[in-house]
């Protein structure tokens, strides 16, 4: 939003770009995001840097320059499908700094019951986070910052799994039965009421 675009994915694995305020697409401003073959299966942007993310069947999600398309970064679901993904400001006070099992951030007790920052006019104290929803009723965590922290240690494309500084996983949607699939297949941000989901068991 903070660039006036809007960025679409088509059934054709392309993204594309086009102006807010006249509905009309950039020139040239699109690009195949997945594989041949493979179906872009969820999309968000994140909230800070604005890069464009990208959920394919090939079980990754690649990261997209927002002015550009250009592709900046690639993460490995290890074998899991990004069913879903949302991105949202969370408040620092919220979260405890500490050095719990080998990650530097790591969630408080009120971890997702805040209030909800978008429409603020100072955004200082919160940080940009990724979230997405796999096929085994899990959703994963990832600090903006440290995936742009990432990227910057790399001159070309990097390839990362959840050894990401920061990276949590909750498992917050259980199937009524032992070994039951879970789909998480949409995840949305509430204000004042924290994350939300849909699921197909």
């Not at 006036?4 to 102006?19: F, K, S």
């Not at 990097?158 to 949607?173: A, E, H, N, T």
Request: overall charge negative.
């Amino acid at each position: 939003p903070k660039l006036g675009l809007v960025c679409t994915a088509g059934n054709d694995g392309y993204l594309r770009l086009w102006h807010a305020s006249t509905g009309l697409t950039v020139g040239g401003k699109h690009v195949r995001a997945v594989p041949p073959t493979k179906t872009i299966m969820s999309l968000t942007v994140l909230m800070q840097s604005s890069m464009i993310a990208v959920g394919s069947d090939d079980f990754k999600i690649r990261f997209f320059d927002p002015y550009s398309l250009r592709h900046e970064l690639t993460f490995d679901c290890e074998g899991q499908w990004p069913f879903s993904m949302v991105s949202f400001l969370f408040p620092d006070d919220q979260i405890d700094q500490g050095l719990g099992n080998g990650n530097w951030l790591q969630p408080s007790d009120d971890a997702l019951l805040f209030d909800d920052p978008i429409f603020a006019t100072d955004k200082k104290g919160y940080s940009g986070w990724v979230c997405w929803g796999d096929g085994d009723g899990e959703v994963h965590f990832m600090p903006e910052k440290a995936i742009l922290t990432f990227r910057t240690q790399h001159e070309v494309v990097p390839f990362f799994r959840s050894g990401v500084g920061g990276l949590w996983d909750l498992k917050i949607f259980r199937g009524m039965e032992h070994a039951t699939s879970i789909w998480v297949t949409a995840l949305l941000f509430l204000p004042d009421i924290g994350l939300a989901g849909c699921t197909i068991a």
